[in-house]
């Protein structure tokens, strides 16, 4: 029997309560793992059709776990499969309907347990360390995640710069963890840090990372048995299915957020010192590593002779800061060891925003067979074609979109018979060259007199 891309081997699947186990491999009908670089765990449902009262004989009350085993082989390699393993928390149950008098059906939402527990704890803490030191503390004291454990695997760890001295507002340690990354910066200061849970296990890490990590995959949008331009067939496996463009462009969207140019205005309510720093599209885009070799950036002339990078008021942020507090003599002679700990907030707060909303501007949502290697915070190569005919001498793909993406979502749909993703993916660059407008406005008055 051929074997096709969206096979799969189920390995085990099973709820356990009261360290009983129940297969359920032969009564499911969907089964939804998502994850995403925004979310801090993996999480999903299952759609169950039971004739055994599971209901009845389990309670479904918040104290089942799900064990998910499912191996994924390559189509064109044998012995190299791909495993999904991970123990759930099955944490409600909803949508439970009548199918007949000895049936029903119902979905089952599960979570990593992780979450559960930071939901039960909250951190009140003063810390005296780096960003990352603060993680890695909060991580294994409050979740018992280190970052030596299975639960990181193959996941990524970055070390932040600076000494901070930070007391974390009751939060959760989930949430104190986020807190903590929104403020990090790494060795080139740039305030891109993540964290996030990932097929892969956990991850607290930079954006440089990701975009600079070599890609897993290159996908093709060609039917397969069909010759790329090197002569290669085209694999089942990493064949497009769905493709769709989310988001390419949006210059007014840009503007409003700071991508092109900004103003950050600091005050200090102790020194009293108000300070504007102007900020352009270079002092967050080159901090970072990209994929591709050009930023997505456009370059444009007013009516006004001034170029939109040069537009410092289009976006303000205000915040507190004290930089300036190292030049304060009193500080200086009663406090001098604060100023050891003296944040830097223009960074996170303004290039922050700048450097996410940037990176969203390229957006595509593709459909393929699954591949438990497709999940967020990995990149892959998209070989999109030219939809027009293209001239002899001309590159066989669409520059507007070919390139190196970040997987910034994933969902994998499990079906008895069938797997599939469907993954969002994002890039901040591409391969096509920065152009600079210098025509003149169209004016109403010139154009239609």
């Known amino acids: 029997m051929t074997s096709k891309a969206s096979d799969f081997v189920i390995k085990e699947l099973s709820l356990v309560y009261k360290q009983k186990k129940v297969d359920i491999s032969g009564i499911f009908q969907e089964l939804n793992i998502y994850d ?22 389990l309670s479904l009350d918040g104290s089942e776990s799900l064990i998910v085993n499912i191996q994924k082989e390559k189509s064109d390699r044998e012995n190299d499969p791909f495993v999904f393993q991970k123990v759930f928390r099955v944490f409600k149950q909803s949508n439970r309907k009548n199918i007949n008098q000895t049936s029903e059906a119902y979905i089952l939402h599960f979570i990593s347990e992780e979450f559960i527990l930071s939901e039960q704890q909250k951190v009140s803490k003063s810390f005296t360390e780096k960003y990352s030191e603060i993680v890695k503390s909060i991580l294994e004291d409050y979740l018992a995640i280190s ?93 497009v299915k769905e493709f769709k463009v989310l988001n390419q462009y949006d210059f007014l969207e840009n503007v409003q957020n700071g991508v092109y140019a900004g103003t950050f205005i600091g005050f200090d309510p102790i020194t009293r010192t108000i300070a504007k720093r102007q900020i352009t599209f270079d002092d967050h885009y080159y901090t970072l590593e990209h994929g591709n070799q050009k930023p997505n950036l456009t370059v444009v002339e007013n009516k006004k002779g001034q170029y939109n990078t040069e537009m410092y008021d289009a976006k303000q942020s205000v915040y507190v800061f004290g930089y300036y507090r190292k030049e304060n003599d009193y500080i200086n002679e009663n406090d001098p060891e604060s100023l050891n700990y003296v944040d830097d907030p223009y960074k996170y707060i303004f290039q922050r ?28 190569d998209l070989l999109v074609p030219k939809r027009s005919e293209a001239m002899s001498n001309e590159d066989f793909y669409d520059k507007s979109l070919y390139g190196k993406y970040l997987i910034i979502a994933s969902h994998h749909c499990i079906s008895p018979t069938k797997h599939e993703v469907v993954f969002e993916a994002v890039s901040d660059s591409s391969n096509k060259d920065v152009e600079v407008m210098q025509t003149e406005p169209i004016l109403n008055e010139d154009y239609f007199s």
């Open 353 to 380: 925003k700048a450097i996410f909303q940037n990176l969203m501007m390229q957006r595509v949502q593709v459909l393929v067979p699954g591949n438990f290697e497709l999940t967020s915070g990995v990149n892959v």
């Open 147 to 239: 970052i030596d454990n299975e639960l990181f695997k193959g996941g990524m760890f970055s070390e932040s710069i600076g000494l901070k001295k930070v007391v974390i507002p009751n939060l959760s340690p989930i949430d104190a963890v986020e807190w903590c990354s929104k403020r990090s910066l790494d060795e080139n200061e740039s305030p891109s840090f993540v964290f996030f849970e990932n097929n892969n296990g956990y991850n607290f890490t930079t954006l440089s990372r990701l975009l600079s990590a070599r890609s897993v995959a290159q996908l093709n949008f060609l039917p397969k048995n069909i010759s790329l331009l090197n002569n290669q067939q085209t694999n089942e496996l990493y064949g």
């Open 36 to 57: 995403s670089v925004f979310l801090p765990c993996l999480h999903g449902t299952i759609v169950i059709v039971d004739a055994k009262a599971l209901t009845e004989k």
